[in-house]
Antibody
Framework: EVQLVESGGGLIQPGGSLRLSCAAS????????MHWVRQVPGKGLVWVSR????????SYADSVRGRFTVSRDNAKNTLYLQMNSLRAEDTAVYYC??????????????????WGQGTMVTVSS | QSALTQPASVSGSPGQSITISCTGT?????????VSWYQQLPGKAPKLMIY???KRPSGVSNRFSGSKSGNTASLTISGLQAEDEADYYC??????????FGGGTKLTVL
């Protein structure tokens, strides 16, 4: 089955660290750029980070740059998000998402054609 | 990285057409043809409806269409159906390898 499954969320105190994982299956994970997107329950979607298929390039939203690190292990078909110096405003559901890849093309599409079910991160004392 | 501007809510009756706007700037929506649209049902992950401004992924109804004029992208849903009731989000490339979403629009089918 083609799917993305996030894990690692939970309750963490402000200033703490957490690592999220996203396990991919049913497709060639190493061929796809991957993203993290977050959503405060009842609020809108916010893009967090992107990583190229080979891990050679990463990018971040201003709100998390310097605190979050995206990485991947293509041998394990797994995407990660290391979150440090967590703040209350980081509380959200975190989704991993696959970037749409057009047949015969290598350029970015900046569209997400597959999403995980999300994992909740709560930053609170 | 300011969020794109969408109306908080739109509504329409079954069979009608509605349009959701997504306004950005000349640095994002206006500069790149990389706007995508997502439908999110309550408690579910978003679903891709439109990419590259006007292209539909396989399996998405042709009642959904996208367009752009200047700094504003639009999603039009024709022949509105009860099952279209959901939250809709736009997203655009914003340069420097970053992306930005709109605030979301709640569609109510009357």
């Amino acid at each position: 089955e083609v799917q993305l499954v996030e894990s690692g969320g939970g309750l963490i105190q402000p200033g703490g660290s957490l690592r999220l994982s996203c396990a991919a299956s049913g497709f060639t994970f190493s061929s796809y750029w991957m993203h993290w997107v977050r959503q405060v329950p009842g609020k809108g979607l916010v893009w967090v980070s992107r990583i190229y298929n080979d891990g050679s390039s990463t990018s971040y939203a201003d709100s998390v740059r310097g605190r979050f690190t995206v990485s991947r292990d293509n041998a394990k078909n797994t995407l990660y998000l290391q979150m440090n110096s967590l703040r209350a405003e980081d509380t959200a559901v975190y989704y991993c998402a696959r970037e749409l890849q057009l047949v015969g093309a290598t350029s970015q599409t900046d569209a997400f054609d597959m999403w995980g079910q999300g994992t909740m991160v709560t930053v609170s004392s | 990285q300011s969020a794109l501007t969408q109306p908080a809510s739109v509504s329409g009756s079954p069979g009608q057409s509605i349009t959701i706007s997504c306004t950005g700037t000349s640095s994002d929506v206006g500069r790149y043809n990389l706007v995508s649209w997502y439908q999110q049902l309550p408690g579910k992950a978003p679903k891709l409806m439109i990419y590259e401004g006007s292209k539909r992924p396989s399996g998405v109804s042709n009642r959904f269409s996208g367009s752009k004029s200047g700094n504003t992208a639009s999603l039009t849903i024709s022949g509105l159906q009860a099952e279209d009731e959901a939250d809709y989000y736009c997203c655009s490339y914003a340069g420097s390898r970053t992306l930005v979403f709109g605030g979301g629009t709640k569609l109510t089918v009357l």
